[in-house]
């Protein structure tokens, strides 16, 4: 099984940034297509964006789209989320996921990290 541990959550003013890391240990997660959610307080877990196992194709929930990227770098067994021009609805509770069998439905990912908390003021 692999685990993941996510960091780099943290407190931004609106217009900032964040990166987000998410380390996997335990069997290699190369050929894993990996997913970001996202869990505002009293709202449901969202898609927010995905990448195949070799970081060709990679999805967006449309509210993020053109603000966050994703990438992968597989010899550090590493998933990225760059967040750029943050807004007060981002903050969330983000976590990431692997192995889906579909990228946008949180139930198609066989295995979760813990969450990182990301928070931006108005």
């Known amino acids: 099984q692999v685990q993941l541990v996510e960091s780099g959550g943290g407190l931004v003013q609106a217009g900032g940034s964040l990166r987000l890391s998410c380390a996997a240990s335990?069997?290699?997660?190369?050929?894993?297509?990996m997913g970001w959610f996202r869990q505002a307080p009293g709202k449901e877990r969202e898609f927010v964006s995905a990448?195949?196992?070799?970081?060709?194709?990679?999805y967006y929930a449309d509210s993020v789209k053109g603000r966050f990227t994703i990438s992968r770098d597989n010899a550090k067994n590493t998933v990225y989320l760059q967040m750029e021009s943050l807004k007060p609805e981002d903050t969330a509770v983000y976590y990431c996921?692997?192995?889906?069998?579909?990228?946008?439905?949180?139930?198609?990912?066989?295995?979760w990290g813990q969450g990182t908390q990301v928070t931006v003021s108005s």
């Open positions: 335990g069997r290699t997660f190369s050929r894993d297509a």
């Open positions: 996921a692997g192995a889906p069998r579909g990228y946008y439905d949180d139930s198609n990912y066989d295995y």
């Open positions: 990448i195949n196992w070799s970081g060709g194709n990679r």
